[in-house]
């Protein structure tokens, strides 16, 4: 066996004489062409660590590495030596680690880097670990990636709509082996029983192979895809049709709703009234928190995990809602301002449609016709959104974009949302003024014959921005 150079001095290559060897240095197999012995005395907090031999000799305690050296074209021109590590003595034997050597000498000899070499090979071992993903490991990863911009409640209802109807087929399978017709078989049963639900599961199917190609844990096209795909194999329901829009109340009985509306009592009476002032959604409003209010700044601001958008949505409040807020009792932290049942516990999410039920029946009773859509459809509390836009679009001169701020909509160009960042309160406090005042207006006739502009009243000491009704020369 060859023996080192290095100062004269060195361990004879052989596998007795290296594991009794302990002087620290770096030691070169003259056989192995490049195989080193890399052998370190160990310290604890900078302190040289010695132990004794079985002879009694006292001797440095060393730990030992193997490592295969060789030079590397530099960025100037010049040579640089680089170390490739081969792993601890303990873990290979000799013969093992100038096999290793020799395996490196031929990637040089093409002209490549081994440390290079061995990270593409890891990471190509790591992609086809990651291409073995099943389809509930990708679910969850998508799921966890997208919850921090969704409401609890619509995180756990995506989530659950997989478990329910994906995993049982699906979850175990690996994700790069599913193909369109294993998404039809999941979404065959409950494609024209339950349309809405069939619907969303697909597009939240589609939303993680989306997210799996884009972590390239997926190569082929999207399985889940509707256009050209799905839309070949699964005819589209009716019934889905049906579901796209809420029944909405026309804005010129907004009025005479509102005021038999006034005339119940109980809680879910004043959250539904306070819900058609602010033109909110069902869930902003039985969530309303006392802390969420300032009565004085007649302001109220939605925390973003209650928004839809999950950003934070701040209303101004007309006198009427500052009223109604007060009815309800003292504001406290951590309270319910619209509570259910039990002090702790919001308002149902069915209170405000019952009571709505409950005035349909009466009125249809009393006068043959119920609070009904222009379809004959009973509205619901989601409907009165579209009665406050429709009136602000087609019976008022009020900015398109401070009616979509109202409605807390995102706007259509990117580019614009991303400059637009204020809350327009001053532009939008008129807007829901005059909504509440119109919602408070009885007997208007044919309303959609009627029409306002917007003018500068001066003859206050602050001038401000009021309605005046525009009447047709004719008629006068």
Known sequence: MAKVTRSGK?????????????????????????????????CVNGVKQWETTKQGKRVAKVTKYWTFRYWRKSRDGGRKLKEFGIGPFTDYTLEEAREIATEQRKIRRKFEDPILVRKKRKQDLRD?????????????????????????GYAEDWLNSLKTHVYPMLGSMEIRSIRTTHVEGVLKP??????????RVRSRIEKVFNFAKGKEWYSEDNPAAWDGNLDALLIE???????????????????????????EKGTAARALEFLILN?????????????????????????AVRMKAGKEHVIPLSPRAVEIIRSMGKLKTGQFVFPGGKPETCLSDAAMAALIKRMDAHREEKEQTGWRDPKGKR????????????????????????????????????TEAAYSRGAMIKKRRPLMD?????????????????KFRRVRDYSVPNPKTVLVEVFDEQSS
Not at 12 to 35: I, K, N
């Open 190 to 199: 409950v494609w024209h029983e339950k349309a809405e639900t069939a619907s």
């Open 237 to 263: 329901s009716p019934r889905l049709k049906k579901l796209i829009n809420h029944p909405s109340l026309p804005f010129s009985q907004i009025g005479a709703f509102t005021d038999v509306l006034r005339q």
């Open 279 to 303: 033109a909110s959604r069902p869930c902003e409003v039985r969530g309303a928190m006392g802390e969420e209010f300032d009565l004085e700044k007649a302001l109220w601001t939605v925390p």
């Open 379 to 414: 509205i619901v509390p989601h409907g009165f959104r579209a009665t406050f836009k429709t009136w602000g679009q087609d019976f008022t001169e009020f900015d398109r974009q401070v009616i979509e701020f109202a409605l807390a909509h995102g706007l259509p160009d990117k």
């Open 434 to 450: 005059a909504w509440a005042e119109f919602c408070a207006t009885k007997g208007l006739g044919n309303a959609a014959e009627r």
């Open 128 to 152: 086809l670990v990651d291409s073995m993903k099943t389809f509930e490991e990708a679910a969850q990863a998508c799921w966890e990636s997208h919850k921090p911009r969704w409401t609890p």
């Open 10 to 42: 060195g361990p004879v290559f052989e596998v007795a004489t290296l594991a009794a060897w302990h002087e620290p240095g770096t030691f070169c197999d003259h056989e192995g062409g490049g195989l080193y012995l890399q052998v370190r005395q160990v």
